[in-house]
């Protein structure tokens, strides 16, 4: 079983910074690539952010030029560091994963999910 712990979320003024960090722990084989989601109040959950096992990383056009997707491999861990942050982008950020367990069939990748972590930004 595996487990993300996502941290760093808070309240922020309006062009702030914050970085989150999520770690992941568990039986895990190998990570695939990690990534971050959001979802604001009344809006369908989307993708910020993913960085790839080989470094390759993937950014929402809102966000391409102020945040910074990055992973330290020893650790099982994800941040994202959020620049020049914005009132609408005010939601609930999750931490996903792809994982190969150790348990799992071989070349299997599961589809992990932390609890989220609150970013608020005032105006």
């Known amino acids: 079983q595996v487990q993300l712990v996502e941290s760093g979320g808070g309240l922020v003024q309006a062009g702030g910074s914050l970085r989150l960090s999520c770690a992941a722990s568990?039986?895990?084989?190998?990570?695939?690539?990690m990534g971050w989601y959001r979802q604001a109040p009344g809006k369908q959950r989307e993708l910020v952010a993913v960085?790839?096992?080989?470094?390759?990383?993937h950014y929402a056009d809102s966000v391409k030029g102020r945040f910074t997707v990055s992973r330290d491999y020893a650790k099982n861990t994800v941040y994202l560091l959020m620049n020049s942050l914005k009132p609408e982008e005010t939601a609930v950020y999750y931490c996903?994963?792809?994982?190969?367990?150790?348990?799992?069939?071989?070349?299997?990748?599961?589809?992990?999910w932390g609890q989220g972590t609150q970013v608020t930004v005032s105006s």
């Open positions: 568990g039986s895990i084989f190998s990570i695939n690539a």
């Open positions: 960085i790839t096992k080989d470094g390759s990383t």
């Open positions: 996903n994963a792809h994982i190969a367990t150790m348990t799992g069939p071989r070349g299997y990748v599961y589809d992990y």
